[in-house]
């Protein structure tokens, strides 16, 4: 199994590093690919298994956009053909239409691989916990985003919010999945915290049965992190 990470050095904010940390611990007989800024990506010219790309800076969002524009068309045919795709935190933002400044009215030209609408304030930052599931399967994460996100396509929501605010303040959802590509602002680190959802990911991937990192571990702090966002008494920010 190959798994290409993607501008590491950069995309790395809210401690999303540590996402690439448990994938290399759950998946310890796979090929890495570190990408950098400015190198041509694996992808390109390679098959790959999965793609993750973490959170990254205002700033730098608009180089790692310019940094896969000329791959944009690949990158569809692979989520298309049902390459994996992890996204998180505000690396979801580039695959939108565009960014548009809510302040200044600029806009910043997404990829346009995903139908999600991006609108950034600057001003204001929204942090909290969500308590999300999908079929049935419950999700914990941090927000921490100055953006409002719509996803125009309602097939392509990824989650349902239970407890706490959507990609936007008026709606009850999170995130985009579109066949194997999975993005969520949701921070964590998003994989750690869900190793339940990671475990399911990854053996779908691989073809088989994946043990993850810390297992029992791990899953015994998600039962009781699960349980703790439940308890009324604890607000969401």
Do not use: W
């Amino acid at each position: 199994m190959t798994v290409e990470i993607l501008y590491s050095e950069v995309c790395n904010l809210f401690g999303d590093i540590g996402n690439v940390r448990y994938l290399e611990k759950s998946l310890p007989d796979s090929e890495f690919i570190y990408t950098r800024l400015g190198e041509k990506p694996y992808f390109a010219e390679n098959k790959v298994n999965l793609i993750y790309l973490g959170s990254m800076s205002e700033s730098v969002q608009a180089l790692v956009i310019k940094e896969l524009e000329p791959y944009k068309s690949k990158i569809s045919n692979m989520i298309a053909d049902g390459t994996a795709f992890i996204i998180t935190g505000s690396a979801v933002d580039i695959f939108g239409k565009s960014i548009i400044d809510g302040d200044s009215g600029e806009v910043l030209e997404g990829l346009g691989l995903a139908d999600i609408k991006v609108i950034r304030d600057m001003n204001h930052r929204y942090s909290g916990f969500v308590l999300a599931e999908r079929e049935g399967l419950e999700f914990a994460g941090f927000q921490a985003q100055f953006t409002q996100t719509t996803v125009e396509n309602p097939e392509h929501r990824f989650l349902k919010v239970k407890k706490g605010r959507g990609m936007n303040e008026n709606c009850d959802y999170e995130g985009v999945k579109i066949n194997n590509f999975y993005a969520t602002n949701l921070l964590g680190p998003f994989l750690l915290v869900n190793p339940l959802f990671t475990k399911k990911l990854l053996s779908e991937i691989s073809g088989k049965e994946v043990r993850v990192a810390f297992e029992s571990e791990a899953t015994e702090a998600y039962k009781k992190r699960i349980d703790d966002f439940k308890n009324p008494s604890i607000k969401v920010h």
